[in-house]
């Protein structure tokens, strides 16, 4: 039996794209990621659009789809993540994975997702420092929210809205308008 050898994020960095891409990094081993469907890439496009905006207006930091950061090891690219601008000193826009974790972390659902996969990596966020994470439930139009002392699930005229981006809000609703 051959032996495995456990990849960091160092080596994830020096992969060349096409091995890469569409795939995270989980404990050393390469796990591929499933390219989204025209409903989660549309989800994620009109997250930027509503954010990208008030973030850059008021100077908050950044906003942006599919980065890759360092969780405690592993390499995840949230579709939608937020990082106020203490950390842009942190910013290395030539590597592939930031070496800090967003404030916001925001992950759509695709079919390929399953229940236990998503919440290891919601108490990865959480565990590393990222202040609240965003699970976007797609097929029954719900937004599940987990930030210290206050994890909910939204839906329909329930307004979403984050104190890390004042101004951003958002029915449900709306986020899936279209849909």
């Known amino acids: 039996m051959a032996a495995t050898t456990s990849l960091t994020i160092d080596d994830f960095e020096r992969l060349p794209s096409d091995q890469a891409e569409n795939h995270e990094l989980v404990d050393g081993e390469l796990v591929p990621m499933s390219s989204g469907t025209f409903e989660h890439n549309s989800i994620r496009d009109w997250f930027l659009v509503l954010t990208h905006p008030i973030v850059r207006k008021r100077d908050l930091g950044r906003v942006v789809a599919e980065q890759e950061y360092d969780f405690g090891g592993n390499a995840h690219a949230p579709d939608v993540s937020f990082f ?7 910013l290395d826009p030539k590597k592939r994975v930031q070496r800090f974790v967003p404030d916001l972390a925001i992950e759509i659902v695709s079919a390929s997702d399953t229940v236990t996969s998503l919440w290891r990596k919601k108490d990865r966020y959480r565990a590393c420092g990222t202040s609240e994470v965003w699970i976007v439930l797609p097929e ?5 929210i987990f930030a210290d002392g206050s994890d909910r699930i939204l839906r329909g005229s329930a307004e979403l809205s984050t104190v890390l981006i004042p101004g951003f ?7 899936f308008q279209g849909f």
């Open 140 to 144: 029954s139009r719900e937004v599940a």
């Open 84 to 90: 106020g601008s203490a950390k842009l000193a942190l």
């Open 169 to 175: 809000r958002i029915t449900v609703d709306e986020l």
